[in-house]
């Protein structure tokens, strides 16, 4: 059974900085091109940032580039978004999922997120 647990989210006042996880069981982690993805009220979730298998390759939504990192850690199932900077704008709940699911239009059940507020 496919499950993605979320943290790290928060409350911080703009310029902070936060770092979320993304803990992945039930399906071969090392094997998919990773995701995080934001979603707010009234818009779609959207993809903010993924990666690829090995690590070795990352691609960022613009709003997001210069101030987000993302990373993974194949032996501990694991995936990674540090934040820097945040805005305003940041604030949503925050998932992670397998990048080729999602975009088949069949993603991998989703987890139940994690909070990121950016507010002062």
């Known amino acids: 059974q496919v499950q993605f647990v979320e943290s790290g989210g928060g409350s911080v006042q703009p310029g902070g900085s936060l770092r979320l996880s993304c803990v992945v069981s039930?399906?071969?982690?090392?094997?998919?091109?990773m995701g995080w993805y934001r979603q707010t009220p009234g818009k779609e979730r959207e993809l903010v940032a993924h990666i690829t298998t090995a690590g070795l390759g990352t691609t960022y939504a613009d709003s997001v580039k210069g101030r987000f990192t993302i990373s993974r850690d194949n032996t501990m199932n694991t995936m990674y978004l540090q934040m820097n900077s945040l805005k305003p704008e940041d604030t949503g709940v925050y998932y992670c999922n397998a990048l080729a699911t999602v975009l088949s239009g069949r993603p991998f059940n989703w987890g139940q997120g994690t909070q990121v507020t950016v507010s002062s």
């Open positions: 039930g399906f071969t982690f090392s094997n998919y091109i």
